[in-house]
């Protein structure tokens, strides 16, 4: 694993770095667009991405191996080709689906079983099938397949599932050196990021963290939060975790979150993010702004003519006023979604950008503290 992320500065225990990859060179701190289905939900096109500012596009392995076929996507020259996307693209394991279809999976030493969400049929995917579906993606960063405990599970239930993610984690990584070594791989550069498990348990992640920290992956993530503890004890757990990754690698919190959930993140070294919420949000007419989130559903915005936030450069606030978005909302144009998801990606990826100026000049703890007081207590 080669060394790629350089580690430009530090502001408190907030990290300022570059990922080099073979399709550019990513700013971190970083927010990664999600396009699970090789799409952001919302009509945004690969050209809307460039213009909001997006560096990573973010891609679902599970759901585009039931839904179009990994090996159509290759046929296709890989992900990149297939949505006309040069710059970096993550693609997830399929791990957290182990999660998420809990009443439509066994799991097992060897894998996962499923029935899909969509026909029913049987899929069996453990860490070699996940690498290889990956691979035919050929994105930029391939995630190690892992299981995502439940943050209620048990105390044993939770070890020996960790201890199996790291079993998985060794397979992930021979198989990948693997594949990459193949003539017919698209991307033969493809990067592994492992996974750090362990629930809520502060012990079990922070001897996880140890032990994946050992493989020399191109990066860690920190995997199974998010998903019903609260905010408190997911920042506990990165308080306890973190640390223990390797510092001159990059560390990924994956789906989180909210604008805060990014600035507390960033505060105890997290380099990339993701999340659904800015393109689910927009999708509902829920937009976000220096001073809060506003529903524009609300009879409030029938007559206002100010963009959705004022300064805003983003093609919905340069163009169209509350008022005119609000009514494509309410007439279920298409219009009206498309709007909201640019402005929401175009206010994280703007977010990130402040982040990471925040941090090279050393000023990073004001800047947190006066956006979420902004955020908290604006006038909207």
């Known amino acids: 694993m080669s060394e790629n992320y350089k580690l430009l500065k530090k502001d ?73 996307w040069d710059r970096p693209i993550l693609t997830d394991s399929g791990g957290f689906q182990v999660f998420s279809l809990a009443s439509l999976r066994k799991i097992k030493e060897e894998g996962v079983y499923f029935q899909s969400h969509i026909d029913g049929r049987k899929i069996f995917m453990g860490p070699e099938e996940s690498m290889q579906i990956q691979s035919n993606l050929a994105s930029t960063i391939a995630m190690a ?56 348990y502060e012990d079990i992640r922070i001897e996880h963290a140890k032990r994946i920290a050992e493989l020399e992956l191109d990066g860690y993530a920190v995997g199974g939060l998010a998903v019903g503890e609260s905010h408190e004890e997911m920042y506990r757990i990165l308080d306890a975790t973190v640390p223990y990754l390797p510092e001159a690698k990059p560390a990924y919190l994956m789906g989180v979150g909210t604008p805060i959930n990014i600035l507390e993140g960033v505060d ?20 976000y702004t220096n001073d809060g989130k506003l529903n524009l559903f609300n009879a409030k915005f029938e007559l206002d003519q100010r963009p959705i936030e004022e300064d805003c450069q983003c093609p919905a606030c340069r163009s169209y006023s509350r008022g005119y978005i609000r009514h494509l909302l309410k007439a279920k144009e298409m219009l009206g979604m498309r709007l909201c998801v640019l402005h929401n990606l175009y206010f994280y990826n703007h977010m990130m950008e402040e982040i990471r100026d925040a941090i090279d000049e050393g000023r990073y703890q004001s800047y947190k503290k006066a956006k979420i007081d902004r955020f908290e207590n604006g006038q909207k």
């Open 268 to 287: 105890r070294g997290v380099d990339f993010f993701d999340c659904v919420y800015p393109s689910r949000n927009g999708r509902h007419g829920h937009v």
């Open 145 to 200: 397949f892992d299981e995502c405990p439940s943050s209620v599970a048990d105390r044993t239930y939770v070890q020996n599932s960790v201890d199996r993610t790291t079993r998985w984690l060794v397979r992930c990584k021979a198989e990948m050196q693997r594949l990459n070594g193949l003539e017919d791989t698209i991307n033969p550069h493809q990067m592994l990021f492992g996974i750090n498990q362990g629930a809520v």
């Open 12 to 84: 408190g225990g907030a990290k300022r770095g570059e990922f080099h990859t073979v399709h550019g060179v990513i700013q971190t701190p970083v927010f990664m667009n999600v396009g699970t289905v090789a799409a952001i939900k919302g009509a945004v096109s690969t050209m809307d991405l460039k213009e909001i500012g997006t560096q990573v596009e973010l891609s679902n392995t599970y759901h585009l191996h039931v839904r179009t076929g990994d090996t159509v996507v290759k046929k296709m020259g890989g992900l990149h080709q297939f949505m006309n």
